[in-house]
């Protein structure tokens, strides 16, 4: 039990450079490593001083280095952590959509990208999916209630999304109404799972512009691989799949393997 109480107090630990244990630790030994300096040099003079100017000298060689290296040591070191937060939100901000707080396009591009890049690169045979899914009949929401209203709805179609998935899923608003959802390391079965489970996920939504409930829909069309596929031909698959979900009379999953001509009906 002690040892499960101290692996979760160094899990709770904050070391990345934006944490303050890091200030701390830079403080400590860094003060630690110039006494040590300061009596290592002073140590060579021991020999021809009397008792009286070694115990001095011990003294001058601890005291300084906590009075004047400890307080700056602890500033420089803040001063970096403060450097550190501002460059992860600057980064966060970047690849954020600033209204519904999921990945923007070029941030969940670049992940995807990134996670087919290192498939190919060490040739594996990891399965996946790409989810694109669209909301249906937004311009309706937007002309009858508002675009504040259709807003909240984006955020509120985003985060029941985010609510259905897996921690390692990533989730990204393409643009206007259209989000994109990649599930890494899942079988067809499970996608088609995750993508029925959002689309009743928001059709239960509680969605209540002027205190009344609207009903939301949402059409997904999905792209599954087996293997390394280019993003931009997987993109186009889901795509298509989605073209045909809306064509076929929204609200309803439409999923396909790569190279597969037809497509198969989720919901």
Partial sequence: MAGKGRQFVLERLDFSARGRVRVVLWTVCGTLGVMAVALGFDSLNFASFDEGQRVRSIITDLVVPLAVGAPLLYFFSSKLRELAIAHHDLAIHASTDSLTSVLNRGAFTTLVDAYLAQVKEQERSDAGALLVIDV???????????HDRGDDALKLIAQTIKSTLRSVDLVGRMGGEEFGVF???????????????????INDAEFLPGGVKRNLS??????????????????????RRLYQAKEMGRNRVMLAAMGEDTPKAAA
Avoid: C, M
């Fill in 218 to 239: 949402v059409s997904v069309g999905g792209a599954t691989f087996d293997g390394w596929v280019p993003f931009v031909d997987l993109y186009h698959t889901a795509d």
């Fill in 136 to 146: 249906d009949y937004f311009k309706r929401i937007n002309d009858a209630f508002g």
């Fill in 183 to 201: 599930l890494p390391g899942t079988t067809r079965r499970r996608a088609e799972s995750a993508a029925e489970r959002i689309r009743q996920a």
